[in-house]
C-alpha cells in the first residue's frame, strides 16, 4: 500500500454502511461501526454469533442473502461499505460497484485494491488525561504494526510518559522472533477494557493469535488488527465451551508455529482459572511460557459494589473459594479459616442455597450478611444484598444469574456506607 493517502476523521452517526460478510472480521468492523453511531448493515448468507446477537438485539439489519448488484444503492446510498466475504470475487464486485457509486470502500482481502483504510485506533481512557483523545495509525499495510504502535502510545499517555524506545523494541522482537513462539499467560481483569496490566495490553497488541474466554475484557478483542486469530474458547448461550485439553492442545499447537500466543482470561490467570495447569501443559512441552497477573474477581468484584474483603474492626482475613463443587469444598475452605474471615465465593450462585444450608448448619450466623455481585466491572453490575438466612430465596426472587461473586460477612455492611465505587 504505497498509494498516497489522505488520512480523515468521519461522523458516521446515522449514516448508512454497509458491511459485507458475516465472519468475525466483518463482526470487528460492524463494533467499531456502532461505536461510531453508524447506521450498519450486513449483507451475507450467514453470520457468526457475535454478529446474529447484535441482530436480535436491533443493534444491526441483516440481510441474509449474497451480495446483490445494487445493494450499496437501495433502500438508499450507502455512505460506505467495508467488504470482508473471504471471497476476492465478491469483494471486487463490491469494490467495482462502490468505485462507480462514489461510495469508498475497504476491502479486507486486499488494502492494496481499496480505495479507503480504517486506522488501527485507541481512545483516550475516561477519566484519565487522555480522555477525549483518538488516536489513529496506519503502517503501510502493516495492520498489527499499527496496532503495537497505537497501543504504545496510548499506554504511554495513560502513564504520562512516551517510551519511544520501547515501541522500537516491540516491533524488533517480532521480526527476531525465535523459532518456537512463546504462550503468555495473561490476566485480563473482571472485565472492563482498562482493568487489564499495561504489560498484558501489550502482549495483547503484539500477539498472533490469542485464546479468549468469556469473562474478562472482551471489548479489547475488537482492537486486535484484522490478521490476528482469535480463538474463543468460553461458553456462550447456545456454545458450549472448548474443554480444557483442547484448549492445552491449542496453545502448544501455534506457539510450535511459532506464534506469539496471548491466553486471554478473565481476573487472574492462577485464581481458580486453570492457569496453573495451561502453564505446566506447555512448560512441559518446552513452551516458553509467561504470566501477567491480573485483577481477580474475588477482589475487584466486592470492591466494585463498595465492599473491602479486609476492613479494620471487622476482619483481617478472607478466603477465596470455588463453589463449583458444591458446598464440600466451601466448607473446607471456611473451616479453616478465621472465624470472622470474609467469604469469597466464585461460581456460587448455582450451589448457593445448598452452601448456604451448609454454613448455616456449621454455625455461621443467619443474619450473616452476604451479597452477591452479578457481572462486576460493566454497565450490567447489579449487587444484591441479603442474609446467611435468606440468599437463596432472595437470589430467586432477584433472579441472579452467573458470572456472580458471592461474598459472606460482616464487611458486606460497609457497602451501606458507601455503595457502587465503579467510576462508570
Ligand atoms: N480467574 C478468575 C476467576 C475464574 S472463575 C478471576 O481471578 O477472577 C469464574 C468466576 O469468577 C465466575 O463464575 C464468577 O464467580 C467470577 N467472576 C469473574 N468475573 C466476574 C465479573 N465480572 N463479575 C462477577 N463475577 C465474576
Redo the contacts with the bound molecule.
Sequence with gaps: MSQPSYPLTLDLTGRRVVVVGGGPVAARRVAGLLDAGASAEVIAPFICEDLAARVDHGEIRWYDRDYLAGDLLEPEPAWLVHTATGSPQVDAQVAREAQAARIWCIRADDAGASSAWTPAVARGTEGTPADGLTVAVTAGGDPRRASAVRDAVLAALDSGTLPVRRVRAVGSAQSTHPPLGRVALVGGG??ADDLITVRGRALLAAADVVVADR?GPRGLLATLAADVEVVDVGKTPGNHPVAQDRINELLVHHARLGRNVVRL?????F???RGGEEALHCVERGIAVEVVP?V???VS?PAAAGIPVTHRGITASFVVASAHEGADSVLRAAADAAPDATLVL???VTALADTAVALLAAGRAADTPVAL??????PEQRTTTTTLERAAADATAAGVR????VVVGEVVSVRNRLGDLTAR
Design positions: 473482571p472485565g469473562l482470561k478473565g481476573g487472574d490467570p485464581v481458580l482459572g491480573g481477580t474477581s474475588a468484584v466464585l461460581m456460587g455481585i452479578e457481572r462486576g466491572w460493566t452467573a458470572p456472580a461473586v
